[in-house]
């Protein structure tokens, strides 16, 4: 059996290809990359989301790495992405397993590996343990037994930690919590049965403001619906935070996925914010009002180009990488970096971890309503009439085997000279293939690694162009 690393680990269905004796495989292939290196020595963060057996998984790979002699330092509860990301740095980790499937429909878990600067595996170890992988399962050579887990609880070799504490308070040296705490702002705030309860709305009740929070309590099946972000998945937060902005109340809703490394904000006029938008006002936020916040700028291949405008203009360095938040955090760990971050919802800031930080980026648009005193939207207006407009677009469509190698093929053998009509100025094909046209706007192509899906993305100058982009991608099929 094949197991696939993505962007973000290893993601499958619970009891199809996410079992008990594939983890154990998987842990025996990490197990034998750590003891490759000194890692292995320093311990290893174990964290899981809300998900369906969660607590059993994490369990049972503190008991899988302990009885190899690698110390586990293990959650004690559910335990957000970006918290993880963070406590493998304070304790000085040798990297960390966290079990997750983010923003995944319920009835997928997943596993991902972080090294020890807190940043996703790169392709070139997730390879290693796919070949690793491959190898034990070939010749089913793992352990029938391991030490028993209250044994090694007992002995230290599993110690359970809270990462709490630690993390909240490094979040109130990047946050501005005097302009938050003393501007009188509501918050609205949807957890979407998650584990950012306790955090996120945490945070912002220590600091004395009113939280109305909701969907705080745990479930597996997060209400019927993936704990993802997205417009239509936060009906309740929208409605409730155009109520009370109807009524003339000083408010913003703010959302976490399940693991909360992603986010969504809703402001008080009710509308929903697009990550590319919050990136781009988030990252002219900084150069104003964050003046310690130095160097380069990072998005990926498929976010809005307004970075690049904004950029331009103000004089910063921008970095288009690989979509995949790894890619983002190799950067930061190269140099400074004001703010990097993908169309997907996931962002990071200035030296802070190399991972999506849900948490930080809600708390980031808090403090951004609070300090303007105006809807993000009207932010956002102005940055279109300084920078110019972007109108931003994606879509994803399953496809079947023959029509995906088709579009392939086309994409590959007669890549497009035009885009509804515009001459293709340049083509990269580091991800996908990206189509950029000599009026500026782009158009995107990009293949699931995980499911029979393509995605397009496009950016155009106005609505009629973005539109027409997307009419031509479909046509490709």
Request: charged residues 25%.
């Amino acid at each position: 059996m094949k197991i696939k690393f993505g962007t973000s680990g290893w993601r499958a269905i619970i009891a199809d290809e996410f079992t008990v004796d594939n983890l154990i495989i998987v842990l025996e292939a990490i197990v034998r990359y750590l003891k490759e290196t000194d890692l292995s020595k320093k311990g290893i963060v174990i964290g899981r989301d809300t998900r369906f057996l969660g607590e059993e998984f994490s369990n049972l790979a503190a008991q899988v790495l302990a009885s190899h002699g690698i110390k586990a330092f293990l959650c004690e509860r559910d335990t957000p992405t970006p918290v993880i990301s963070y406590e493998i740095r304070r304790r000085q980790a040798g990297g960390g397993l966290n079990f997750t499937a983010s923003h995944n429909p319920p009835e997928y878990q997943g596993l991902k590996f972080s090294t020890d600067d807190g940043a996703p595996a790169l392709p070139d170890i997730t390879k290693k343990f796919e070949h690793y992988f491959e190898e034990l399962y070939a010749t089913k050579t793992t352990p029938n037994t391991y030490a028993p887990f209250d044994d090694l609880l007992k002995s230290g070799m599993i110690e359970r930690i809270n990462p709490n504490e630690p993390y909240l308070k490094r979040l109130a040296e990047i946050v501005d919590s005097d302009i938050i705490a003393s501007s009188g702002i509501q918050v609205v705030y949807d957890a979407m049965y998650g584990t950012a309860r306790d955090y996120t709305d945490k945070f912002l009740k220590n600091l004395g403001v009113a939280v109305d929070a909701m969907h705080t309590n745990r479930d597996v099946y997060f209400g019927g619906r993936a704990p993802e972000p997205s417009e239509s998945r936060i009906p309740e937060l929208i409605a409730r935070v155009k109520y009370l902005g109807d009524n003339g109340e000083f408010v913003i809703g703010i959302a976490n996925d399940g693991d909360a490394d992603r986010y969504a904000v809703v402001d008080s006029t009710g509308t929903y914010l697009q990550a590319n938008q919050l990136l781009a006002i988030l990252f002219h936020y900084a150069l104003k009002h964050k003046p310690q916040w130095k160097g380069c700028v990072v998005r990926t291949l498929a976010t809005t180009h307004l970075i690049d405008a904004i950029a331009e203009k103000e004089g910063v360095k921008l970095y288009d990488v690989p979509v995949g938040f790894k890619y983002i955090g190799e950067i930061m760990m190269r140099e400074d970096m004001i703010v990097g971050g993908e169309e997907s919802n996931g962002l990071s800031v200035y030296q802070h971890i190399p991972e999506k930080d849900g948490i930080l980026a809600c708390l980031l648009f808090v403090e951004i309503t609070a300090r303007t005193k105006q809807p993000l939207s009207k932010y956002l207006q102005m940055l279109y009439d300084t920078y110019g407009h972007f109108y931003t677009i994606r879509e994803n469509l399953k496809l079947t085997d023959e029509k995906k190698n088709a579009l392939l093929a086309k994409l590959q053998n007669d890549t497009p000279t035009h885009v509804a009509g515009t001459s293709v100025a340049r083509v990269d094909r580091r991800d996908g293939v990206k189509l950029i046209c000599n009026d500026g706007s782009w158009l995107l192509v990009r293949f699931s690694g995980t499911e029979p899906v393509v995605r397009f993305y496009a950016e155009a100058s106005s609505e009629q162009r973005v539109n027409d982009v997307i009419g031509f991608a479909k046509g490709l099929i």
